[in-house]
């Protein structure tokens, strides 16, 4: 947390982002901790603005893929007496006028500790900004894709619910199977995944973009979005 962060303030998030499995897995890391709670969750921008609105004083985390418009996006921010993070796509360019509005800047594979520390000292007052990490490409999500060459078409519809919050009992009703084979299926997952639980699999969902892009791609369409 940042030093200058009052322990016995709340941080209230409005989490942005038109990946649901990214917005999922983002959320249950910020649940872990004490100092922060998501007070709302939002697909598209309108959405997003309609929350700005009604939840003042809040820390904003948003896609910088969220809108065409982000000058129009941080006016309703700051109207709002709230605070800007913006998550920066692989490979963004960003206008400089925008970068100078934000208060902090993450990138999409961002570890959960660097995530909560940026928050905090956004909430804090101060400035999170590295313009560096926008000129730097990543590497490919090698990770990721082989561990996609592993899994089944049948366990990337189960990680997809899994992340998206579903129980086992959902799961199994969603993919008209039975609750023992889903719970045989997740064994599986874990053991290529290298994980040892629901939380542990929708984290490393979150931070292996070739993952997350499959399992999106394999969610059931009527599965229940977050």
Request: hydrophobic residues 40%; neutral net charge.
């Amino acid at each position: 947390m940042a030093s200058n962060f009052p322990s016995s303030m709340t941080v209230q998030v409005i989490l942005a982002d038109n990946q649901a499995i990214f917005r999922t897995g983002v959320a249950r890391v910020l649940a872990l901790e004490e100092g922060m709670r998501v007070v709302a969750q939002c697909a598209d921008s309108e959405r997003l603005k309609e929350a700005i609105g009604s939840l003042r004083r809040s820390v904003v985390l948003f896609p910088s893929s969220i809108t065409q418009d982000l000058h129009e996006l941080l006016d309703w921010v700051e109207q709002a007496g709230s605070h800007a993070v913006m998550i920066l796509e692989h490979g963004a360019s960003i206008d400089d006028s925008v970068l100078q509005r934000v208060e902090g800047t993450v990138q999409r594979s961002v570890a959960a500790p660097q995530l909560t520390e940026c928050i905090y000292r956004v909430a804090s007052g101060e400035r999170s900004v590295q313009r560096t990490m926008i000129r730097t490409m990543p590497s490919p999500d090698r990770v990721g894709a082989r561990v996609v060459e592993r899994l089944t078409p049948k366990e990337l519809q189960i990680i997809a619910l899994v992340t998206e919050g579903s129980k086992n009992k959902d799961i199994a009703a969603q993919l008209g199977t039975k609750e023992q084979v889903v719970k045989n299926y997740l064994r599986s997952i874990y053991d290529k995944t290298g994980v040892s639980d629901r939380l542990e699999l929708a984290l490393y969902t979150v931070h292996h973009r070739a993952l997350a892009e499959a399992t999106e791609r394999a969610l059931p369409r009527n599965a229940k979005r977050a």
